[in-house]
């Protein structure tokens, strides 16, 4: 009977080493309505691998009215100087309409997550 409160124990403290890097701040946030940016950064909980973590951008809505996503080009994404972020550097700033923003990182530590969220560019 003492085992089964021990194994429980064990789990729930062995979780959060087991937890995957999670999105801790993006400029612009979701939900933003913003001033065409030339710039995505998005910033995780713990560092992650430059060649397996990425992200893309694509516009999903413009003057108003949905449309299939159509990916932005000439973005190019690449881990920061930190490590804990990327940067999407655009080819020219935004034009108005809906985006979003997808992105898979890998960690150190072999963990994956991936995630995504809108913004407005007015």
């Keep these: 009977m003492i085992r089964l409160p021990l194994l429980l124990a064990a789990a729930t403290l062995a979780a959060p080493v087991l937890a995957a890097p999670t999105l801790i701040s993006a400029t612009p946030a979701a939900d933003a309505k913003v001033t065409a940016p030339s710039r995505i950064d998005l910033r995780f909980s713990e560092r ?51 985006y979003r923003v997808d992105w898979h990182v890998l960690s150190g530590k072999g963990d994956h997550a991936t995630g995504s969220y809108a913004f407005t560019v007015d």
């Design 48 to 98: 992650v691998m430059p060649r397996l973590s990425t992200a893309t951008i694509a516009m999903t809505g413009m003057g108003g009215m949905a449309h299939a996503p159509m990916p932005v080009t000439g973005a190019k994404a690449s881990v920061t100087p930190t490590g804990n972020g990327l940067g999407v550097t655009l080819a020219r700033p935004l034009a108005p309409g809906t």
